[in-house]
């Protein structure tokens, strides 16, 4: 067991890649670490880095195994066409709600205040104190003041905004000395002085409170001096072509006061509060003159804004307010819902397409390393799956072209071991040491019908052969090499050309039928004495060259072999003769006569005749050399064998 532990010590020591496997390390190290009694705040960040890298890898797995390139980029595509829409126009409509509840607040303040300002104009043109105030009775908070002189900037027909001491402290009624508030003013002048009739704001919080549910943040800053405060926005007033002016209220950000109004709201999720866009409004600091602006933001929530009724300190939603909640949440869920599922689908449909794409990219890959027997199954029935199975159908056609192209290298490859073994079936003239013996096979295909040999015979004479197996190719060399065999099985001393034809004929007779037949030119040659003699069964003519020039065809009458086992010896004739000093006689196959030029024309027999009359000082490279010129490089239509014996 303690072997075995320590080759498992060893195995993974040897495997370890401290690049590859260092969060691993972290993670094992840490975590114990960061357990009681232990407990170092080191070891748990080590191992939240650890786990944090490993995590990484994860997903850059997933996103790089599971999520195909052509998944990734779809994905993308789904998310710009679907979700990013969804998501815009749920941020549009929420901008657009917080608008308007904004606007909605901002509309009915900006009323109540300017009903306000009326009601304080109104009021400011009775003559008598009192008058003014039964005025604005209904409204709570007003009073009258007699002063000499205005502060400095107040203009004698001012009627706004103000920012001035509390009236509070200023009777004494409590300790707040200094502690100032917002009020409506509004100046007339009159004997020895100014009356100014102010009125209590702190009911505009109120509104604005009532109006949003929840607390309202006051702010007091200066306003920008200069250009910004004459900047005005030309509107369009009820869709008539009549333009009108508003100004914008831009404070700096220097805070002079702040305050609010109300309790905070609580909540959370779907009733979490926010603030709705801040109100703006112009102010003017009393005792100094100089222009304010005094800011307002509601804060809410859906709880707020929907609340029905208040009982006590409790508020409560209607039923029907309830219900309306409910529906809309309902229809957002399932909005929501037919989203996810539309992404859901979507990620499938890409994750479908994506996989077929990438089994078609590795097929591809396999298929060009030289896996021809690579398949892709084919998914559903889109233009995707008929490329899958035009794949298919092509590495199976490449496949069998491959099986073919084994068989038939194999084949050329059985054919040049053929041809190898038919070369050495053939007469080695060197080791034979006859140079007055010369002789060329040119096989069709890669290896011949064609056959020549020759045997020594004990008297210094010797015995020669040339065949034509009909047919060419392989079955024609296969016959020619048993011809080879039988032959050399004869007594070619004791027995004469017409004798060992006719025992050829006999044996072919008895092993073939009629329709494999071959043609030959057997006889014997006396290289010192120049006599010769030969049978001609079925074969091309001899030609006899003389030293003058003159050239003759000898042309023995004789039938093929194989062709009849009783008329055969009947129909040979022997032809006999002698080989003067410079004489050649020509033996060749049809292979020959038959070899056809470009435009089919064919070499003949005469051509050879006219050949063999011109000189020549190697008749073999001569004949062959004119074959080929021409043919004109054109492939042999049959095996072509030349034997020439000179003296």
Not at 166 to 176: P, Q, R, T, Y
Not at 190 to 209: F, H, K, P, T, W
């Amino acid at each position: 067991m303690l072997q075995r532990a320590r080759d498992l010590i060893r195995r993974g020591w040897a495997a370890f890649r401290f690049r590859r496997h260092w969060p691993w390390v972290l993670v094992v190290l840490g975590l114990p670490l960061a357990l009681k009694p232990v407990d170092s705040g080191c070891a748990a960040f080590l191992a939240w880095i650890g786990a944090l890298v490993l995590l990484g890898r994860a997903l850059r797995w997933i996103w790089d195994r599971l999520l195909f390139r052509v998944s990734r980029r779809l994905w993308v595509i789904l998310a710009l066409m679907s979700v990013l829409p969804v998501v815009a126009m749920a941020v549009m409509l929420m901008a657009l709600g917080w608008l308007g509840l904004g606007a909605q607040v901002s509309r009915s303040t900006q009323q109540t205040l300017a009903a306000w300002e009326e009601a304080l104009r109104s009021a400011n043109g009775e003559a008598s104190d009192a008058a003014a105030l039964q005025a604005l009775r209904t409204y709570g908070g007003a009073w009258v003041e007699h002063v000499r002189q205005l502060p400095e900037g107040v203009d004698a027909a001012f009627v706004g905004m103000v920012w001035a001491d509390s009236h509070d402290a200023k009777d004494g009624a409590d300790a707040e000395a200094g502690r100032k508030d917002t009020y409506l003013r509004a100046v007339r002048k009159e004997a020895g002085g100014y009356r100014i009739l102010s009125l209590n704001l702190g009911v505009l919080g109120d509104r604005a409170q009532a109006l949003a549910g929840g607390q309202v943040v006051f702010q007091l800053t200066p306003r920008r001096e200069g250009r910004a405060r004459d900047e005005k926005l030309q509107i369009k007033a009820g869709g008539r072509r009549r333009d009108t002016e508003a100004p914008i209220l831009v404070g700096q950000r220097e805070t002079l006061a702040s305050w609010t109004k109300g309790q905070a709201l609580q909540g959370s999720g779907l009733f979490a509060p926010f603030n709705l866009p801040p109100l703006a409004f112009p102010i003017v600091d009393w005792a100094t003159g100089r222009s304010m602006v005094l800011t307002a933001t509601p804060e809410t929530n859906l709880y707020a804004l929907f609340a029905g009724f208040r009982s006590g300190d409790r508020q409560a939603l209607s039923e029907g307010t309830v219900k309306a909640i409910v529906v809309v949440s309902l229809v957002l869920l399932a909005l929501l819902m037919a989203q996810a599922v539309a992404a859901i689908l979507g990620l499938v449909l890409a994750w479908s397409l994506g996989r077929a794409v990438n089994d078609l990219h590795g097929g591809v890959k396999r298929l060009s390393l030289g896996d021809f027997s690579t398949r892709i199954r084919p998914r559903g029935r889109d233009q995707v799956a008929q490329l899958s199975a035009a794949f298919n159908e092509m590495a199976g056609r490449l496949q069998a072209a491959a099986t073919e192209r084994d068989e038939r290298l194999r084949m050329e490859e059985e054919l040049r071991v053929a041809r190898e073994v038919q070369m050495r079936l053939l007469p080695d003239l060197e080791a034979l040491r006859m140079p007055s013996v010369r002789a060329a096979i040119l096989p069709a295909l890669e290896v011949a019908g064609d056959y020549y040999d020759l045997f020594p015979l004990p008297d210094g004479s010797l015995a020669f052969l040339i065949l034509d197996v009909s047919g060419k190719g392989t079955s024609a060399a296969f016959y020619a090499a048993e011809t080879k065999g039988v032959l050399s099985a004869l007594d070619k001393q004791a027995l004469g050309p017409l004798e060992v034809a006719d025992r050829l004929n006999a044996i072919w007779c008895q092993g073939h039928d009629r329709r494999l037949f071959l043609t030959l030119a057997y006889g014997t040659f006396h290289p010192r004495t120049g006599q010769y003699q030969f049978v001609r069964a079925g074969h091309p003519p001899a030609f006899l060259r003389g030293a003058d020039g003159r050239v003759a065809r000898l042309q023995p009458k004789g039938l093929g072999v194989g062709l009849s086992a009783t008329r055969f010896m009947a129909s040979l004739e022997l032809c006999e003769g002698v080989l003067e000093p410079g004489d050649s006689l020509i033996f060749h196959t049809d292979g020959l006569s038959e070899a056809q030029a470009p435009d089919a024309s064919f070499y003949s027999e005469d051509r050879l005749e006219a050949l063999l009359a011109g000189p020549s000082e190697d008749l073999q490279a001569t004949i062959l050399a004119d074959v080929m010129a021409f043919t004109q490089g054109r492939p042999l239509a049959d095996d072509l064998t030349l034997l020439i014996l000179k003296r």
